[in-house]
């Protein structure tokens, strides 16, 4: 099988990474195991990152099929104003006209979600304070174990370091072993352990950070 091409995100390449962003969201499988609505979580996942800092964007390219992407941000403060004042009252007026806050899975998360307010502080003095970087890594199932991965972080980590951002995080559920591996094997170091109470009980929420130079 020949080598994918490692390449900048395009438009036409939206969907794409909406689908593997849905296909693997929760710990390498599907959303819907977690969440009700395919086309509203993928709003929540990736539309800041297509929509507002898509030249932080990495694809591996297979023949011309999408088999994996990185979304970057390097700028948190701005990722943490886009989400809060822009993209979060969107959020809330498409899942009401979708009807997905009268679904109980929603309502498994939200309640999540307020159990952990405490992490809700960190993130806030994290995104809005801070002007290093963040990413989130996707890859299709049949194309993992080839490197996908490995070669889209140093795309991402390039970009970053000619646009002097420092260090880059990653936010990992420690029940995720495959992802925990991953991180640990190309250079990123644990700083912090959030414990996070979930729908499936408690947890910890990994901090990787890696520096770019």
């Known amino acids: 099988m020949p080598d994918a091409v490692i390449r900048a995100f395009a438009p036409s390449d939206r969907?794409?990474?909406?689908?593997?962003?849905?296909?693997?969201?929760?710990?390498?499988?599907?959303?819907?195991?977690?969440?009700?609505d395919r086309a509203w979580a993928a709003d929540l996942l990736t539309s800041y990152y297509t929509d507002y800092e898509p030249s932080s964007i990495f694809v591996a390219d297979l023949d011309g099929v999408v088999a994996g992407y990185i979304l970057g941000c390097l700028d948190n403060r701005c990722y943490g104003l886009v989400m809060f004042w822009i993209l979060g009252p969107q959020f809330v007026f498409k899942g009401l006209a979708r009807g997905v806050f009268f679904r109980r899975q929603i309502w498994r998360l939200l309640g999540g979600a307020a159990r952990n307010w405490r992490r809700a502080f960190v993130w806030r003095k994290q995104s809005f304070h801070s002007h290093q970087g963040h990413l989130h890594i996707g890859i299709a199932?049949?194309?993992?174990?080839?490197?996908?991965?490995?070669?889209?972080?140093?795309?991402?980590?390039?970009?970053?370091?000619?646009?002097?951002?420092?260090?880059?995080?990653?936010?990992?559920?420690?029940?995720?072993?495959?992802?925990?591996?991953?991180?640990?094997?190309?250079?990123?170091?644990?700083?912090?352990?959030?414990?996070?109470?979930?729908?499936?009980?408690?947890y910890h929420s990994l901090l990787y950070v890696k520096k770019t130079s």
């Open 141 to 202: 199932q049949g194309f993992r174990s080839r490197r996908l991965g490995q070669r889209l972080v140093e795309a991402l980590m390039l970009h970053a370091r000619g646009r002097h951002i420092e260090e880059l995080t990653a936010s990992v559920h420690d029940g995720n072993v495959g992802a925990c591996r991953f991180f640990d094997r190309i250079g990123f170091q644990v700083r912090e352990r959030y414990p996070m109470i979930g729908p499936a009980g408690p």
């Open 15 to 36: 969907q794409a990474v909406r689908d593997i962003c849905c296909d693997t969201a929760d710990m390498g499988q599907p959303v819907e195991r977690i969440f009700p």
